[in-house]
């Protein structure tokens, strides 16, 4: 009897071993899961910003506007596709380089609007991976894709590249940043756009370290100093994509001369109203034909 009772106290765990043990476990799970989360949102990332629509997704036939096809290779020889609308004595020349789901042909209401009311000639082209544009988007690719873009539209509309209004809207306001902190510009448009890609990640996803992580930056808020020249930009009051605060903030970076038009309760996918038109069509009368804006 007495070394059974000897056995049984030998064998015994101490009070409370055993629940800690299971919330050990329970912590290692959740940080495995966590670490797997971290490293597909890694291998995946360009999934999560660009959302490409092939050919034939969309409209082709350009809702009827005189469109004029524009084909073109990037700096390693993508082919790449965009749509020319031209303006007779246009008030500028305008590279457009719209968000990060579509292609060009969910545009064409857009440079419509552009061509009728701000009086300008635009292009508008498809980023490597959408609509008729050939291969992948990713960061470096789409920054060489809008800078061939710039070059064939000032040879078909016979300016000189830097004597050319850049036009983003969202993640293309990032993309014509670059371009005219690199290159100049003419003047800066930009529309609904963010200050960088980590920026919103961050802000989508708190409990991710994407500011460390993420390859793509985009980064505008960094570049924006850079650019030296007249600049118009916009955003949505109610903007539930890019909140409002990111526009300011990357407003607040650049240098003057600069303009801000606020659209009171405009949401992100919705089109500026006429009013934006009439501004803009303003902005772009009165800067003339300066120096374009080059970095410093």
Known sequence: MESTGAARTGTSEP????????????????????????????????SFIFFPASYPDGDWTAAGLPVEDAWFRAADGTNLHGWYLPAENPTAVVLFCHGNAGNVSHRAEQMRRLKEWAGVSVLCFDYRGYGRSEGRPREAGVLADAEAAREWLASRAGVEPHDIVLLGRSLGGAVVVHLAAERGARALVLESTFTSVPDVAAHYYP??????????????????????GPLFQSHGTADSIIPYHFGRRLFEAANPPKQFFDIPGGDHNELPPPQYYEALRSFLEGIGRGQPGRQP
């Open 15 to 46: 009070s409370g071993k055993g629940p800690w043990r299971s919330v050990l476990r329970v912590v290692r799970i959740v940080l495995i899961a966590y670490l797997i989360i971290v490293v597909l949102a890694m291998i995946f990332e360009e």
């Open 207 to 228: 409990w991710l370290p994407v500011r460390l992580l993420m390859r793509t930056r985009l980064d505008a808020q960094s570049q924006i100093g850079r650019y030296r």
